[in-house]
């Protein structure tokens, strides 16, 4: 059994994680640490957990940890992994970060967009970033995974191909994505209250959220040049999913099949994502509690561009979900394990 | 492994039963059949299975249902199963009725509530109700079983032990039951488009809810004499989820302690029955996606009354859950196999 | 024109308050008061008055007020209306206050409910209960109208007549209320989040919540003599609107014409109490938006029970618009000035 | 009074049209045309308008209505009105339609989009695009309006002034809109059930949504040039409100404050159009239930784009609250009358 840790469990991220690892099979979760809760019984935080997981929240002692875990997944505001996790640490235990201190290579990004010195400048070459059907090799063989965030696990595969492929005009991509409500985790909000939300829909952090960077940076490696884009996150009146519509210019005349046969090149043997069928397009309704990723297109031959949709389920391929797929691959175990569930719907 | 048949596949409960399934190691599902989606794939009525059960519908042979299965479940219109089901049937196969027709043993009520004719009275007596924690050791020897209502199952749960124990007034019991759309049904229906539910609660079949006789019928059956009861079920804005608030005036004066112990003492033991605690109350969130049942009540000094609430996911332990765990009793498996998952929540 | 002030206008009932109040063609907003929100524009904290209202919010200064308004409406939490109204205020303007303070007669009632002392002794017996259709002439004579609760409207009005003409059994009455979360008002709690009620429904503070004596007192007032009755509200994933489903035993056996010439002898002339045809039900869409009350009945000859139905929108009948009912009371205005428009559906 | 009749009263749009007439104050309903509920009373299809308004549904005689109204409302199925509204009839009353019917000038392109022969050749020339705020002139020399559609309106306005001052690449143009489900209608419709939608979101008529040919013609009079442009249509579970996300590059380089001068010099003195601060975007919160188009916009140095964020509820200003401003230039009354009410929120 893989003995495992969850700092961050109380988030909403976290206590999918919590869910998830519950019905793996090879997995035993040691700990539940909650800055917040600590003292108080998990079950009591989220009520589902009920007869199912008396665990009490505590405090993270990193060191502890390291000895007696060999997984810590982290799922902590940006700023505190980088502040703990260290060569020492990861020695001795492996660690999956859902936070943003360890997906970017260029430490000056980081800074510029986070706003703030990031302290683990040492360690961040040793760190792979997770996307898991991307970087699958290079995940094997390191101790410190980078979780990508949602939105640019949505929007990286949803382009991944045609960016490599080097089919679309690299200065004309797009990203309009929209996103339900848990996506802005469980702290106290004003913007995320009931009223506030439901029945409405808006923009955000136009041409500022920071998942831009990431996103332009794991295109531009699949690109061999740098990638600048527009995203644009919006605010969708519903628990959970992503829905990324891209958009970019083809740079030459490509058919229906042409640019499905690059998808299923890429994707042919991807067990999580699915590529729609033509004429149908992906809804996140259809990937809720799962972790695919369903992608589907449209050329545009009246505009020269094409249209491509993805859609993901945000806690699960977004964020708890892959950190599984990474541990999967970390420990050499079967990639799917307990997360070959159905996507549930009406849900 | 099991050979299973889904009649009734497309509905809500049908698609349901078919997620849960998949999952379930015992099982192998080997006919979908869906009257109105004869000939169409599976997966293009319900996107959420791309790529995971490619199969076609199919019209329904009862007959060679029989030979090929171990167990058709039918989430079919009351009247429809009645007409098929026989004891040439109940020989070479085992049934798992979604609809009302094998419910209720008064065929009288019957006939008045559904104002048709009942066409199975040669094998209503064989027919078990399946309230699997009331009535087990029954299910176990038969090889039909009334499924219960989502509605029925959750206030019969919640008030099972007080009648049982004669601590209540009888004729004082009022449940008033919340329910989320999908308990409707996927027809189509003017009352169950979005903007006609979305953003509105009503109540709906007042004093006329078909659900009402199966409910005193069981309760009666526990309290040893006839038991008449008001029921009324909302419509609320959600997806899944039924709330039960039951009202009964106490029929001596009771502590706490006294309920729990007695709540305890038919339910201490039971995997799907969750007590809450003290001050705490069931909510439909914390049960949703699971085949769990929240109990929790407060006694009420002023009015000698004690509330009642009763928590289900409406289309699992309410329909295709519950519909598990009976074939898991039928078939002498671990009752909790391939149900033994937690709730999702935020979903 | 009428000079308004508006203590507590960034709440939610504050909000429709203004949003009533501008469309009102003989009231002129003066001030607007929100102690959290002191030198900030109220269309900055409520963007739907954009071009529309460029008020500054101000700290409350009662007595300037009093000078310089015709009406101070006070949306404020309990124990601060008592605090700073008296007699003097009271000589110089008229008040309408949204809060507990004024609502209980029994004093005694009030401090054990609510938990605090009682700062307005000398004062509550000016106060009259603003439940516009009951109290329409002691609203005529005084200066200090007591808004009633929204769950207390709603309650109060459905079975007002029933009690009146003592035809059902007093000690049988039960409510089971369903609200909106625009009900819990705009203050910070993990409980109102989006993601925390979307999809789920919940009852809470069974047989505690503190509209149960305030319902009891005025019902009591029409039965003349003391009931004690079970009111347990709900939860519901919308934004507005109230649902009352309340229960009681006939005293007597009475047919649905009887009742129905119960209730039209109450409410036949009133503009805002719409009686639903025999056979359908109020549904909370179809007040929303509006200062309507809507009341439909079932009576149940099996049980011997009466279902009565009523639906408001919480924040017009149940708060902004019945206050502004009273105002055209106090100063001799049509009733239903400035709130004569239909509900919005679908919204 | 000017006497009105409503052809299609029973969809959304209709029925929004109803109440914003019942208010208005120089309005007098003569007739409500509803092919499917002909002797049905219009406050038993909604019951919203109970005791408000107790009119019965007729069939349409168009020679009657031009005789005894001075304006006919339609909100049909394309390739209704063109096939009843002829010279004849415009010279005996007013039409202000709904449909796409007199939208496009181009027949051959409405023909390539609707798939149908157009029956109005004769007297499209006479028909104005009623979009107010662009084309008041024009509106009050004709006798024939085409009231625009949402998803155009909002797109358009949006984008007008950039493109009339030639100040983005007009080869650049993509709009991702965002609509509540009240966009598609009361038709009964598997895709607008509630659980179908709940929870969900999803892009539908990718590059091929018939509001673009009607987006392209105006914006290419503006331009003086043929402009082709993506549009992307999504539905959000939400009643209402549509949010147009609108991308361009900047043809030039432009501050924040040049964009926000043409926005001025457009839309300064419009009523309903209303700038939002910089740094803030519209939400369609702020605009329901209101005539209101909210405009924001941010430019993005990094990559050379302008993002144009607009907002508008779809049943007003997307259809009858325009059809109302539209009457009320063709009557000379004042462009606000009867439309002028704040919008309303939480709603």
Redesign the interface.
């Known amino acids: 059994m893989i003995k495992a840790a969850i700092a961050g469990a109380t988030g ?1 991220a976290g ?1 999918e994680l919590v ?1 998830i690892l ?2 793996h099979p090879d997995v035993e979760i040691k700990a539940l640490l909650a800055h917040s809760y600590v003292g108080k019984r998990f079950d009591e935080v ?8 008396n665990m009490v929240c505590e405090e993270m002692n990193i060191d502890k940890l390291a000895d007696e875990c060999d997984v810590i997944f982290m799922a902590l505001p940006h700023g505190v992994a980088s502040n703990v996790v260290n060569d020492d640490i990861l020695k001795r235990t492996k660690i999956i970060d859902f936070g943003a201190d360890f997906r970017l290579k260029d430490i000056d990004i980081y800074e510029k967009w986070y706003g703030v010195k990031h302290e683990g400048r040492d360690i961040i070459q040793n760190a792979v970033y997770g996307l898991c059907e991307i970087n699958r090799e290079k995940i094997k063989q390191t101790n410190l995974i980078a979780n990508p965030g949602c939105y640019t696990t949505c929007s990286i595969l949803s382009l991944y191909p045609l960016v490599s492929e080097g089919v679309i005009d690299l200065e004309s991509i ?1 990203i ?1 994505a ?1 996103s ?3 996506g802005a985790g ?1 702290g ?3 913007s ?13 952090k ?2 500022s959220h920071r998942h831009t960077p990431e996103i332009e940076e794991q295109l531009s490696y699949a690109a061999k040049c740098n990638i ?3 995203f ?1 996150p ?1 605010l ?6 992503i ?1 990324a ?1 891209c ?1 970019a210019k083809l740079a030459k005349s490509l058919t229906y099949d042409d640019v499905r046969n690059i998808y299923e090149k890429y994707y042919g043997n991807e067990y999580f994502i ?1 590529l ?1 069928k033509k004429g ?11 972790n ?1 990723v ?1 992608i589907g297109f ?1 050329i ?1 031959d ?2 020269g ?1 094409i ?1 491509i ?1 993805g859609a993901i389920d945000n806690l699960v391929k977004g964020a708890a979900g892959q950190a599984v797929q990474n541990m999967n691959i970390l420990f050499g175990l079967e990639e799917k394990k307990g997360l070959a ?7």
Chains 1, 2, 3, 4 share one sequence.
Request: aromatic content about 14%; some cysteine.
């Open positions: 909403y206590n869910r519950t019905n989220y009520e589902n957990y009920r007869d199912i997981n797009i309009d929209k339900g409500v848990s469980r106290l909000a004003l995320n209250m009931f009223d506030e939300c439901n029945e409405s829909v808006k923009a955000y136009i041409a600048t884009l527009s644009t919006h969708i009146p519903m628990n959970r999913g829905l519509t958009y699915r729609t149908i397009f992906p809804e996140t309704r259809w990937v809720k509690g799962s695919f369903d449209k545009d009246r505009t561009r249209v949709i569930f159905a996507p549930i719907f009406p849900a």
